[in-house]
């Protein structure tokens, strides 16, 4: 008895132990606690930040854990400039920074981090670190602050350099071509900058997208952005700058090309209402040449039916500016030519709103997408009013003189629902295609289905015009426009329902339309105001805005 009760308690005591090991060795690893998001913090610095009478050749920054420098040359910046860049290399928790030159007297130097210093494990990033130091015996405290901005749609400019001139040097407008600036920053990704440690004077600011990394503006692509006047540092009053690419004003024709089977393009830099576009051959009747000006006449499009000829001497005349002469292959050469290639259906457009809306008053308009030459009414085309179908009684006509545009010749009337059905092959292209199956339900426009948009806009005292602008939401494309000289009413009509906003050009050269700046002329970009909010049209609902929009 007592040898099984042994026998048994051993029994137990081997299970006991085999799941106690069994318990050990599915051991579950340890979480590690929650993610570190705490960005690197200054330990020590030598020289002390902000410090005075600096004379070394080296500052080692010291941090409470290990740290990665992303793109030193590029996002670490100096200011005022140095000729030659320092070295700048970690060891251990330690950035040590050693200067190659001897540095100015008497002066105050920031060093900007922005967001090259991040925590070695976690990649948190200790932004917008600046260390200052004083070759003198008093440091520069004085800062400006501010923002920059696409001088068009006022989008932030990112990266950015944002420099100062010194008021008090010579030739103070033609630095920025020539000179590095006394001192510089860049901007953030919401196109913010600062500049710290400005000694107390007046400053000509200047803002440059350097395209080829020496600090000057020297190039006819760079985009640059500065203040028609002087300014002193004060940084509780933020500036806005609207930077903005110069245009050459020299006319040109910059492109004359075949761009599609039966389309050269001629397209000229500046407006060009004068431009003759002409060939002195004799042109078959079967060759249809139509001329489509733009509407800001830059542009020349000679539509043509293909392979009638195989090339055409074309002059380009423009006063004494432009006087060429070329002749045109009129063979287009794909880049991937397909074998027994089926022509594309011609794009067509109307001029409907909303859902299937026709604004009363409006003939229904067909807009295609390269001039008709002809078009042949099939007998399966219907037009049906609600749901009483009219074979044969379709009909158009030219509603412009390319014939890019068709009106429907069939009466209209309120409270009716109508459908179109046009078959392919009705309307025929210069360019030998023709139209794919068309199918419209519309129906004239009631009170109920749109809204309308009323504003009183004041222009400055003493503007030239201003172009009042309606846009969709994003503010990308401009649906409408209307150019004012006074205070007046300003009505955009027959809007679907949805998000809208409104901005004013400030129009001060008279030409209808957003002009850029010009440095060596100091001419500034044309302002651009935006609408404090954006408008939302609600079907039935008219927004009538009792506040006059005072443009300053």
């Not at 400039?81 to 008497?106: C, H, W, Y």
């Not at 950015?160 to 006394?182: E, I, K």
């Not at 600062?194 to 990394?213: H, I, M, P, S």
């Amino acid at each position: 008895m007592i040898s099984k009760l042994k026998y048994t308690v051993l029994w137990l005591l081997a299970l006991f132990v085999a799941l106690l090991l069994q318990r050990c060795a599915n051991a579950v690893a340890p979480t590690g606690g929650p993610k570190d998001t705490t960005p690197p913090a200054v330990v020590e610095s030598v020289p002390e930040n902000r410090s005075t009478a600096f004379s070394g050749q080296k500052i080692e920054i010291r941090f409470d854990e290990y740290v990665t420098l992303e793109n030193a040359n590029q996002n670490v910046l100096f200011s005022p400039p140095l000729a030659s860049k320092p070295d700048i290399k970690l060891q251990g928790k330690t950035l040590v920074i050693r200067f190659k030159e001897s540095l100015q007297p008497n002066t105050t130097y920031t060093i900007h981090f922005g967001e090259a210093i991040k925590d070695l494990h976690e990649g948190n990033v200790f932004k917008d670190f600046v260390y200052s130091f004083s070759t003198g015996h008093h440091i520069d405290t004085l800062s400006i602050a501010g923002v920059v901005l696409n001088a068009n749609d006022k989008q932030p400019v990112e990266k950015a350099y944002v420099g100062l001139y010194a008021a008090d040097r010579d030739q103070l407008d033609s630095l920025p071509m020539t000179t590095a600036p006394n001192y510089i920053t860049k901007t953030d990704k919401e196109g913010r900058f600062r500049l710290e440690g400005l000694a107390n004077k007046d400053y000509l600011v200047f803002a440059l997208k350097d395209a080829n990394a020496n600090l000057f503006f020297d190039l006819p692509n760079e985009e640059v952005a500065f203040l028609d006047s002087l300014v002193h540092p004060n940084d509780s009053i933020p500036l806005s700058l609207y930077l903005f690419a110069e245009i050459d004003s020299t006319q040109m024709l910059l492109e004359k090309k075949l761009v599609e089977e039966g389309l050269l393009r001629f397209v000229f830099r500046h407006p060009a209402p004068d431009a003759v576009v002409m060939t002195p051959e004799m042109l078959p009747d079967s060759f249809h040449l139509v001329t489509q000006t733009s509407p800001n006449y830059d542009t020349i499009c000679w539509y043509f039916t293909p392979n009638v000829k195989d090339s055409l001497w074309v002059q380009v005349k423009l006063d004494t500016l432009i006087n060429d002469s070329s002749r045109y292959s009129l063979k287009f050469k794909e880049q991937n030519p397909r074998r027994n290639r089926v022509p594309e259906p011609m794009k067509v457009t109307t001029n409907l709103v909303g859902q299937g809306g026709l604004v009363a008053g409006h003939d229904l308009i067909l807009t295609f997408s390269e001039p008709v030459v002809r078009y042949e009414m099939r007998d399966s085309a219907v037009i049906k009013r609600d749901t009483i179908a009219y074979y044969n009684e379709l009909a158009f006509e030219p509603a412009d003189e390319h014939g890019l545009k068709y009106k429907l010749l069939n009466k209209i009337e309120a409270n009716v629902n109508y459908r179109i059905e046009i078959p392919d092959s009705v309307f025929f292209g210069i360019r030998n295609r023709t139209n794919a199956p068309i199918k419209l339900d519309f129906h004239l426009l009631k009170d109920e289905e749109y809204g309308n948009i009323y504003i009183t806009v004041a222009p400055p005292e003493g503007m030239c015009q201003v172009v009042v602008q309606l846009t969709d939401e994003s503010g990308k494309t401009t649906l409408m426009e209307e150019i004012i000289t006074k205070r007046q009413e300003v009505m955009f009509e027959h809007l679907a329902p949805a998000k809208y906003k409104l901005r004013a050009i400030l129009d001060a050269d008279g030409n209808g339309k957003w002009s850029t700046g010009n440095y060596v002329r100091r001419i500034l970009p044309e302002t651009v105001i935006e609408y404090k909010n954006p408008l939302e049209i609600k079907a039935g609902w008219d927004i009538d805005l009792e506040e006059v929009w005072e443009l300053r």
